[in-house]
């Protein structure tokens, strides 16, 4: 008598960030906003003009504040062997050089705009940048007409939070500040 084959009860596929970048880079997601996460791919809107205004306020307010060389708008960022995300924006530690995705290395402000992604924002994108050691993370709230900061990654969470409100000087790391209207 043969032993009986194993019953399979995960038909999820899992991908390594190696494998999402192959698929990215032969175009398999056209027009989509796709992410991985954990493994698993999630797909998400593309940005409406409310949240590109919001975006537009704070990269102006940034562009009188720091040297064009290490803003960047939407980027894709690698947040472990498992997880590629895009943000909204990123301030560099220093310009980089070539065509790639960000390190949380090369980061010292991470930014996403939360017209429709709060909870998501809020939750799983700062624990997933506090894990990887980014210093400090945005997220502009339009809604509530605040900028959200965390700073201090400390055991996968920030350990210092502020509301900034819009029209009130918000600290950039090693710039000074600006001011969101």
């Known amino acids: 008598m043969t032993a009986p084959?194993?019953?399979?009860?995960?038909?999820?596929?899992?991908?390594?960030?190696?494998?999402?970048?192959?698929?990215?880079a032969v175009d398999a997601f056209p027009d989509m906003k796709i992410e991985l996460v954990d493994g698993q791919l999630e797909r998400h809107d593309l940005a409406m003009n409310r949240h590109a205004m919001l975006q537009g306020r704070v990269w102006f307010a940034l562009a009188g504040a720091i040297d064009a060389a290490v803003l960047l708008g939407t980027v894709g960022i690698i947040l472990g062997d498992d997880t590629v995300v895009a943000c909204?924006?990123?301030v560099?530690?220093?310009?980089?050089?070539?065509?790639?995705?960000?390190?949380?290395?090369d980061i010292a402000l991470v930014m996403e705009v939360a017209e429709t992604t709060i909870a998501r924002d809020m939750g799983m994108k700062r624990i997933k940048y506090a894990s990887a050691g980014i210093a400090a993370y945005w997220v502009i709230d339009g809604a509530r007409s605040v900028v959200h900061v965390f700073t201090e990654p400390v055991d996968g969470d920030y350990a210092e939070i502020n509301t900034v409100r819009f029209g009130q000087p918000l600290t950039v790391p090693g710039a000074g500040t600006i001011v969101v209207d």
């Open 88 to 90: 909204d924006g990123a």
């Open 92 to 105: 560099l530690r220093k310009p980089i050089t070539g065509n790639r995705m960000l390190v949380p290395d």
């Open 5 to 24: 084959l194993p019953v399979k009860t995960d038909f999820k596929a899992r991908f390594t960030n190696a494998e999402f970048l192959r698929m990215c």
